[in-house]
């Protein structure tokens, strides 16, 4: 019998997935903060070490070149302010509320949440292929 997938395993596995789902969702529109039409990356608004609990939303994650993303320190001024262009000022509001909500609350992934997750992303990926 297979032993199951640790939590981390699953999180790093739905990791990759979701990634590529946002390269495949974003591609053919600019980068969200310096608008470039470069190679995009999986890019969080708020960044996974502080907000774990967004790691894995829709409206968190945009395509972002890997300048941007990865050497560009104030990256979050331009992404910010084209993040409502992106997904309408409801959404930019509901991702605010949900920020806020993990840093008073905090989150935890369930073994199942995850699995579910991957199962969903292999499918969208699938989709978009």
């Not at 053919?28 to 960044?47: D, E, M, N, R, T």
């Not at 001024?77 to 262009?85: A, P, Q």
């Not at 909500?101 to 292929?129: F, T, V």
Request: charged share 30%.
């Amino acid at each position: 019998m297979r032993k199951p997938k640790t939590l981390p395993k699953l999180k790093a596995e739905l990791q990759l997935l979701f990634n590529n789902y946002i390269r495949l969702r974003d591609k053919g529109k600019p980068c969200i903060s310096c608008l470039q039409g470069k190679p995009l990356q999986a890019g969080h608004y708020f960044p996974v070490q502080g907000y774990d609990g967004l790691r894995f939303d829709e409206d968190n994650v945009h395509g972002e070149c890997a300048t941007c993303n990865c050497f560009d320190s104030s990256h979050l001024i331009w992404y910010g302010k084209h993040l409502e262009d992106r997904i309408g000022e409801q959404r930019l509001l509901g991702l605010n509320l949900r920020a806020g909500q993990y840093k008073m609350n905090g989150y935890k992934w369930s073994r199942s949440e995850l699995i579910e997750m991957i199962a969903e992303y292999k499918r969208k990926i699938k989709e978009l292929s």
